[in-house]
């Protein structure tokens, strides 16, 4: 009966592990750990993008409030001019009245003066004629200020109305704005719940899948340098300064094997 064959070498076993699963398992792998960090990268910029959104949403909303706010002190502020005009106007339209009214009684006392004796009668006629002619110089100053108020009474009618307008638009926008808030918020649940998903799916993770890429990477960088060095290296030395790193690399690709078999 022959004896038991002794066990290879960890180099050995390394080398027939990397040859057994090179041709097959290597576009495989690559495929699919290229697709894995595609995935999960395109989904990290999904959340990132969808809680900026939800961020820039809720920023708009606040500075909505803080507009509406604004939009409302002006609101109020229209509104008080506009009823403190009328007031002016209609003031000024009484006093139109009363400009009126002294004119008529300084032309009855003009008339009054006619009546009564010469002398008299020529100095009261010299005041009615002074009276009616300040009175009549009043009214007209006083038409023209209370138009002035009523048009300034219909622009701020005017300005109360556009700034109701805008506060119609600011309350949409912040409408709008708690809507895709919320529309965000859901995004960035769904996109997290897809992560679980995947991770369970998948059996991987980004932080994974990146360090597999970097590995990955690392691999080829090192078998690019061996290539290189091919030839131009004694193998032992090559193979004795390697051998710190491989030696690892070897107990952890056997202990695979073995947990495999």
């Not at 009276?131 to 701020?156: K, Y």
């Not at 998903?197 to 932080?207: F, H, I, L, Q």
């Not at 597999?212 to 690019?224: C, H, K, M, Y």
């Amino acid at each position: 009966m022959l004896g038991a064959m002794p066990p290879d070498p960890p180099k050995q076993r390394l080398l027939r592990l990397l040859r057994r699963t090179a041709k097959g398992a290597r576009a495989v792998g690559e495929r699919s750990t290229a697709d894995e960090s595609a995935l999960w990268s395109a989904h990290e910029r999904a959340l990132v993008r969808a809680r900026d959104a939800g961020a820039a949403a809720q920023r708009i909303a606040s500075s909505a409030a803080r507009q509406r706010a604004s939009i409302e002190t002006v609101a109020d502020r229209a509104r008080a001019l506009g009823s403190r005009a009328t007031e002016v106007h209609n003031g000024f339209a009484r006093a139109v009245d009363t400009f009126d009214r002294l004119g008529l009684v300084a032309l009855n006392a003009g008339l009054e003066g006619a009546r009564v004796g010469e002398t008299e009668g020529r100095q009261l006629a010299l005041v009615a004629d002074e009276v009616r002619a300040q009175s009549t110089r009043g009214a007209e100053a006083a038409r023209e200020i209370a138009a002035a108020l009523a048009q300034l009474a219909t622009d701020l009618s005017h300005l109360e109305g556009q700034v109701s307008q805008a506060q119609t638009v600011v309350a949409e926008v912040t409408q709008d704005s708690a809507r895709a808030a919320g529309a965000a918020s859901d995004a960035e649940a769904a996109l997290v719940d897809i992560g679980d998903r995947v991770k369970k799916a998948t059996g991987s993770d980004p932080e994974t899948v990146r360090a597999i890429a970097d590995a990955s990477e690392r691999a080829r960088a090192l078998v690019t340098s061996l290539s290189a060095l091919s030839g131009k290296v004694p193998r032992a030395l090559l193979v004795g300064m390697l051998a710190p790193a491989l030696a690892p690399l070897a107990r952890l690709l056997s202990d695979e094997e073995a947990e495999e078999g």
